[in-house]
């Protein structure tokens, strides 16, 4: 029987893989398509999936977390979860139909009643894949899930591309979303070592509502609070506004969600290991520590390269987008580090502490942005980045607090990387005023920076920090290899 930690690292491993392989190929669909496509096509769309995701995150009821989470799992527990979120899916399928016509009117652009008219089944098919998912992720099965993922995101963006040249539009992002919500629900059930039967126990579903309930407001206010900002924007600025500002946001959350779907496989170990604080909080530094080392020179680089890369790979319509990537790229790191406290805090059975923390944060988000939109995009960026940071800092104060970490032990463990990417910096920007005297074109200087960066980081990481890259790696090698 594998033991644990192997089973957890060889997960990740898998996972880090595919999250890879997945960021890259959305990167260059995206790249493609906003090439072809204009801000306002991207706006209208991310109107219409914030309003879903909301129901989305409804529909899951908190469950899918909780079968995870929870000890003692029967299939009592997985019949009375399936039935409860599909049902309930299809109750949100009807509403978000019947609310259509008014969220056009509301946002005066009648194209997203039949944006939302289609897109809409993307709830049901949501509904269809939360119990299914929570069976792979209870047994760490990392690595048939990233390799199903990986197929649905293949199959949709390679569709997604089909339709933008044959001139499709706007219906090219529409039939991306379908498509690839589609052939993940078809791919999953294929390979799940489970059916539901027509069987409902009213016993088993009260067992796991509690929690899910908890888990379900905490997820839905930072939902909130994370995505304020994309119906404020919308609704004052306009869909071009909203447009640039979704991809500016899409570039900084490729990375970052993948880094946090990582993080959040971590859940089933921190579960299991709860109650043994000493081990907990050993894993919960390593996971921060292994977080940041991947996650902050990407997002440190593309603060520094934003110019070059835009221009390079979106072209000149998008040059908006440059300082709201920046601003929202200080946003987007703290949100993944502030994913391993979450997770941790799950898993020892405080959810309520999260959603007081969220509820707070959507409040402040709130208004916040209310007022700063009447500064543009700027102002809801720099609202978003300030707001979100002291947010994520409380949440990681709260978490330690309760793990009994003192601020030494965490500052020790993250100095190595803090001071590697400083120095990165400063080479990267000092390589930047430099070749930008030379070349007018902005391919070489993107090109350079980026391995002027990564040599630099890599071997002061490795100096700075005692070998800690060449641990991390002989770790992996060693729990692959187990």
Known sequence: MEKLESKAIKGAVWCAGAQIFIYSFQFAVTALL???????DFGS?????????????????????????????????????????????LILYAIAVFFSSKVASYYESPILRNLMLILA?????????????SIFYRSMRFKELSLMRGASE???GISALILAFGGAGIWSLVGRGMIG?????????????????????????????????????????????????????????GVHALGIYTLAYKLISFPLERIALIVGLTL????????????????????????????????????????????TVWGPKWLEA???????????????????????LVAIGRPGLILCLDAVKSLILGFGLIFAARYGILGVSTAVAVIVTLVSLTMQIVATDMLKIGLAPTLKTLFPVILSVIVMSAGVTGYKSMIGRLWENDLIPLIGGILIGAVLYLSLLNLSGGGILTKTISLLRAKRED
């Not at 009821?61 to 929870?70: E, K």
């Not at 790229?329 to 391993?340: Q, R």
Request: glycine letters at 6%.
């Open 34 to 40: 906003a090439r072809i496509l204009a801000p306002e």
């Open 45 to 89: 769309v991310g109107i219409i999936a914030v309003l879903l995701e909301f129901n989305v995150i409804i529909g899951e009821l908190g469950l899918r977390t909780t079968l995870v989470q929870r000890r003692d799992l029967s299939r009592d527990h997985l019949h009375a979860a399936f039935w409860s979120q599909l049902g309930t899916n």
């Open 121 to 133: 089944f993307n709830v049901v098919f949501e509904g269809l894949t939360f119990v299914p998912r």
């Open 154 to 156: 293949v199959i949709s």
């Open 181 to 237: 919500r589609a052939s993940h629900v078809a791919i999953l059930w294929h390979k799940v070592p489970w059916q539901p039967r027509l069987k409902f126990s009213s016993k088993a579903l009260k067992e796991l509502l509690p929690f899910g309930m908890k888990v379900m407001g905490s997820d839905l206010l930072e939902f909130i609070s994370s995505n304020v900002d994309y119906l404020i924007v919308g609704k004052i600025l």
């Open 268 to 311: 089933p170990a921190f579960s299991t290991i709860r109650d043994q604080r000493e081990r907990l909080r050993s894993w919960y530094l390593k996971t921060m520590q292994i977080t940041a080392l991947v996650i902050t020179p990407l997002i440190v680089g593309l603060f520094i390269l934003a110019p070059e890369l835009v221009r």
């Open 322 to 344: 440059i300082t709201p990537i920046r601003l929202l790229s200080i946003a987007g790191l703290a949100l993944v580090m502030e994913k391993t406290p979450r997770t941790v």
